[in-house]
């Protein structure tokens, strides 16, 4: 047998179990200090303030079909890997827009990812997988072709047991509360239905105007004569299309618990137009007819309008720009959007959010919480904004940057001039269920070893590393977003 063969075969059957000190600093003496502040901090409960996991399963409860149903499909950061590597979507089962044929052999699916397990080897990816089979499934080797049958089997018994419904996991997981994310046309009927039931967990929304707000968008022109049927407004109008966007905000908080709004620009310019020039430039969009600044434009004036809207109601408003979506034409047209080919470009927020800054950041009952793909603007941007303007704070290290290393990066280049208490803790802003609890357990790692540093080069007193621990986990985000 070669060597690399022997290599394989000790990989995939020697028992492989999480280190309790991963993450951590290696230098012992910090090490030390790093494991009682993670310590203190890893039984908190999970507060999700921002993600996009489907509110019908906490609604009907019904058990989750498969394991490549449940990993696999619906993930873009697994099967973005597999297509760097040559592996088209419809290998694992993504569904196609025109209904073509894709792989419908679950088990199938599941042996292209434990074959290829290999390509997540020191991506976030690898962290969350690894945490939720071992952790959620108890499963104590490592995923390969070999082992693939038998941890699908374990993992598809599991799933036909009560205990791994998701409400159950739900419990679990020790999650306090969790938001969802939806467009302003949805009923929000599984909210409802949650709420209905009795359940004890609280699931809430997020109101995501992008669908209605963004001439880009396809179906725009149809979603703004949907939100005018669904409220009873005139969206002909610019004062009935504003009126319209209040309407849905309250029926978000009083249907759906909602605390907050999020926003996907591609960029964060705002704008602060008079109303007279604001509703000319509605008709040209509603029309049709916008040239790519005048949306822009439009999309900007609009990031201010939905501040004045939070001014009003309370909401916590979130702006995560930089997202060049949908990069790749063929995907995009084969299998539509999210499946894992936004690429982050350059974003300015000194300038673009002037207007709206001008006009609302200096007001401490507003929460505006600022993301960005682009991590050149922490200290140079960001950082000095929010540690200015009392309406603005910083989310945390987000999508591409939700990794040990970019954690890192954040902490490092925000806190000299933000402070801890300009931040909003930790969001895993996910679809995939099963890795929230891994990711909020690896952001509460590193930023025990953040703190731990700080104490070792007596930056920080050992007290109030463990209090700032406590509110990166839990206070921070709680009061950020209202919950």
């Known amino acids: 047998m070669t060597t690399d063969r022997v290599l394989e075969r000790v990989a995939s059957t020697a028992p492989y179990a999480l280190h309790p000190d991963r993450l951590l600093p290696a230098d012992p003496g910090t090490r030390a200090i790093a494991r009682e502040l993670y310590a203190s901090v890893a039984g908190l409960p999970i507060v999700s303030p921002h993600g996009h996991t489907d509110p019908a399963w906490y609604a009907e409860n019904a058990a989750f079909p498969d394991p490549s149903s449940l990993f696999v499909i619906p993930d873009h950061y697994v099967h973005r890997m597999l297509y760097s590597q040559g592996i088209r979507p419809e290998r694992v089962g993504v569904p196609r827009l025109d209904g073509g044929p894709v792989e419908t052999d679950k088990r199938k699916i599941w042996r292209i990812l434990a074959e290829n397990f290999h390509l997540y080897r020191g991506t976030p990816s690898w962290i969350w997988l690894n945490h939720a089979f071992q952790t959620v499934f108890g499963i104590d080797e490592r995923l390969s072709a070999d082992s693939a049958d ?22 679990r ?22 709420r209905a039931s009795g359940w004890s967990g609280r699931v809430v929304t997020a109101f995501r105007p992008d669908p209605v707000v963004d001439p880009a968008f396809p179906g725009f022109v149809a979603n703004l004569d949907t939100l005018g049927r669904i409220t009873g407004e005139d969206t002909s109008s610019y004062a009935g299309y504003l009126s319209a966007l209040i309407k849905r905000r309250k029926y978000f908080v009083e249907v759906g618990g909602c605390t907050s709004t999020d926003h996907g620009h591609p960029t964060a310019k705002t704008a602060d137009l008079s109303a007279e020039d604001a ?7 509603r029309s049709g007819s916008a040239t790519p600044a005048e949306a822009e434009l439009f999309r900007a004036q609009m990031l201010t309008e939905m501040a004045a809207m939070s001014v009003a109601d309370g909401l916590t408003m979130q702006i995560h720009p930089g997202s060049r979506r949908d990069h790749n034409p063929e995907i995009f047209a084969s299998f539509g959007k999210d499946k894992g080919c936004d690429i982050p470009g350059p974003t300015d927020y000194v300038e673009d959010l002037k207007p709206l800054l001008a006009r609302f950041g200096n007001r401490p009952d507003l929460t505006i919480i600022l993301f960005t793909l682009d991590e050149t603007v922490y200290s140079r941007e960001l950082a000095p904004l929010a540690g200015h303007y009392p309406a603005l704070k910083l989310g945390p290290a987000w999508w591409f940057h939700d990794s040990p290393e970019g954690m890192r990066r954040y902490r490092e280049q925000v ?4 402070g801890f208490y300009n931040t909003v803790g930790f969001n895993d802003d996910t679809r995939a269920f099963l890795s929230i609890p891994a990711r909020h357990d690896v952001a509460r790692r590193i930023d025990a070893g953040f703190l731990a540093r700080l104490v070792a080069e007596h930056r920080l007193d050992r007290d109030d590393a463990f209090e700032v621990a406590h509110d990166l986990a839990y206070r921070l985000v709680k009061q950020a977003y209202k919950l």
């Open 173 to 194: 997981f020790n999650i306090e509360v969790i938001s969802t994310t939806e467009s302003p046309l949805d009923d929000l009927r599984h909210h409802a239905a949650i």
């Open 150 to 171: 038998r941890i699908y089997d374990k993992i598809a018994a599991a799933l036909e047991r009560p205990e791994f419904r998701p409400r159950a996991l739900f419990e």
């Open 415 to 418: 806190t000299e001039t933000a």
């Open 279 to 285: 509703a000319a430039l509605y008709a040209r969009v």
